[in-house]
């Protein structure tokens, strides 16, 4: 069945990096689109970011653009999101997934990002 | 991109039918069937309750049904169990490869 792993979560300072992974199975992860969600803690949903199956398309939330780059390796099946110029309002769990049918059916358990002094 | 608006809570007694609506604009909602519903118990990840509108992924019951009208997208819950006490979200394609989510509804099982 369709397995996400994220990683790559952490503590981070105000203005700092990180990059998110996320190993993919149980699918054809070349042949599929893939999105990264977020939930900032007690908050709902937000959606962050789309690249194609192929990685020449993608596209962000206008908050984020600028600071946050989508990208893939099919070689590896990962998803990987570079994450810029932190802020104290990036904090949150971030889930990789699956564009299937337009929509997500199978959620991994995500990686917390908390970006703090 | 603005998030789609949903009532921030609803209720209902155990065996009733309940309705959340997602409110969009013409560039989301009423321009597209790509319309998704998610439950989220508390502590868990959310789970697919509806997809383009109104299909059900196999193994979700049929107690969940799904619809869109316009600008508005509806999930109704029939026959309320106390399982159902959850955040419920919808979400929209809004075209060039953008979604959007509603803000959510806690769901309480009176």
Redesign the interface.
Known sequence: QVQLVESGGGVVQPGGSLRLSCVASGFDFSGHNMQWVRQAPGKGLEWVTFISYHGRDKNYADSLKGRFTISRDNSKNTLYLQMDSLRPEDTALYYCLKDSDWSYNGWGQGTMVTVSS | ?S?LTQPPSASGSPGQSLTISCTGTSSDIGA?S?V?W?R?HPGE????LI??IN?R?SGVPARFSGSKSGNTASLTVSGLQAEDEA?Y?C?S?AG?????????TTVTVL
């Not at chain 2, 060039?96 to 959510?104: D, H, K, L, T």
């Open positions: 991109q998030a597209y790509h998704s998610y989220q990840a959310p789970k697919l997809y383009e299909k992924p955040d979200y979400n394609f060039n490869n953008i979604w959007v989510f509603g803000g959510g």
